[in-house]
Nanobody
C-alpha cells in the first residue's frame, strides 16, 4: 500500500533553515505528483509547494523565494528545503501524493512538526 513518511521537522530560530524529506513506498513514485502541505493551529490546511511528475513546480506566494521543493525518483523521495524561516511558518507539514491523472491528493503522510521561534 501507499506509504509516505516525513522527517526533518524540528525547532529552529527565525531566519534559520530546515530540510524536510518524504520517503515514499508502495507505488510508482515517478508517476505521481507530490506536494507539501501545512496546517497551523486553528487554521486550514494549505498548499505549500508541489512538484509534478515531470518536475514542474508551484509554490504558495507566502513561501516563494524561500522554499524549494525537489524530488529524487531514484530514491522515491521528495524534499522541501526551507530557508529564511519565519514564525508564521510554524505548522505541521504533510507530504502528499496523487497519481498524475487524478485531481486530488489522496495519499498523505502523518506529518512532521516545524516550529520557528522568534
Amino acid at each position: 500500500q501507499v506509504q509516505l513518511q516525513e522527517s526533518g521537522g524540528g525547532l529552529v530560530q527565525a531566519g534559520g533553515s530546515l530540510r524536510l524529506s518524504c520517503a515514499a513506498s508502495g507505488f510508482a513514485f515517478s508517476t505521481y505528483d507530490m506536494g507539501w502541505f501545512r496546517q497551523a493551529p486553528g487554521k486550514q490546511c494549505e498548499l505549500v509547494a508541489v512538484i509534478r511528475s515531470g518536475g514542474r513546480t508551484n509554490y504558495a506566494d507566502s513561501v516563494k523565494g524561500r522554499f524549494t521543493i525537489s524530488r529524487d525518483n531514484a530514491r522515491n523521495t521528495v524534499y522541501l528545503q526551507m530557508n529564511t524561516l519565519k514564525p508564521e511558518d510554524t505548522a505541521v507539514y504533510f507530504c502528499a501524493g496523487k497519481y498524475i491523472l487524478r485531481s486530488n491528493y489522496d495519499d498523505w503522510g502523518q506529518g512532521t512538526q516545524v516550529t520557528v521561534s522568534s
